[in-house]
């Protein structure tokens, strides 16, 4: 079975900054997709940023990209420019592709970050 | 933009009721799944379904019962609560193909067993 390891709890950042958080993974598959997710107060699970293992080239989405580094089996994602409204938990996901057998079974997700952006 | 919607959105239950979870979806996805979220952690799966008339056991599916008798629903049912089921739960669906990379989350549904 895949495991997504966030060892950071918490991370402040000043507003305008630049801020990391961390992601690894653990899995023997060759292929797979990885996901950041963001859940505001409100609950709601919104879709901040995809990479396919396949791709050598990181994700970018306006201000959030990503690092991956696929033989370390990291994948962490930058939001630069920070600003008040990306403070939320943080969720970094792992999802097999359904070659692999394992794209019917959704996500597997780590334990989160929660994002604080200091004004 | 209907996507996936969840009801109720909030519930308390006393221990031993049973109640559904109602869930549809308007895409026309195949995947499904429902998804439990407990205070600081992330989700974890309790069932998903891949069509209409097909289900199956995610991580931690003791408790709940699933139905797909439509491509549209699928409804979670808690035969009789406990206080460990207090939690926050998330319907999810997906596509096939080249858009089935994406996995689209309801808005939650809160539930507190007292």
């Known amino acids: 079975a895949q495991t997504v390891t966030q060892s950071q709890p918490e991370m402040s950042v000043q507003e305008a900054e630049t801020v990391t958080l961390s992601c690894t993974y653990d899995t023997s598959e060759s292929d797979y997709y990885l996901f950041w997710y963001k859940q505001p107060p409100s609950r709601q699970m919104i879709l901040v940023i995809r990479q396919e293992a396949y791709k050598q080239q990181n994700a970018t989405e306006n201000r959030f990209s990503v690092n991956f580094q696929k033989a370390a089996k990291s994948f962490s994602l930058k939001i630069s420019d920070s600003q008040l409204g990306d403070a939320a938990m943080y969720f970094c996901?792992?999802?097999?592709?359904?070659?692999?057998?394992?794209?019917?079974?959704?996500?597997?997700f780590g334990k989160g970050t929660h994002l604080i952006i200091q004004p | 933009n209907a996507g996936v919607t969840q009801t109720p959105k909030f519930r308390i239950l006393k221990i031993g009721q049973s109640m559904t979870l109602q869930c549809t979806q308007d895409m026309n996805h195949n995947y499904m799944y429902w998804y439990r979220q407990d205070p600081g952690m992330g989700l974890k799966l309790i069932y998903y379904?891949?069509?209409?008339?097909?289900?199956d056991k995610g991580e931690v599916p003791n408790g709940y019962n699933v139905s797909r008798s439509t491509t549209e629903d699928f409804p979670l049912r808690l035969e009789l609560a406990a206080p460990s089921q207090t939690s926050v739960y998330f319907c999810a669906s997906k596509g096939s193909g080249g858009s089935g990379n994406t996995i689209y989350f309801g808005e939650g549904s809160w539930l507190t067993v007292v």
């Open positions: 996901a792992y999802r097999s592709t359904p070659e692999s057998g394992g794209g019917a079974d959704g996500l597997t």
């Open positions: 379904s891949v069509g209409a008339g097909i289900t």
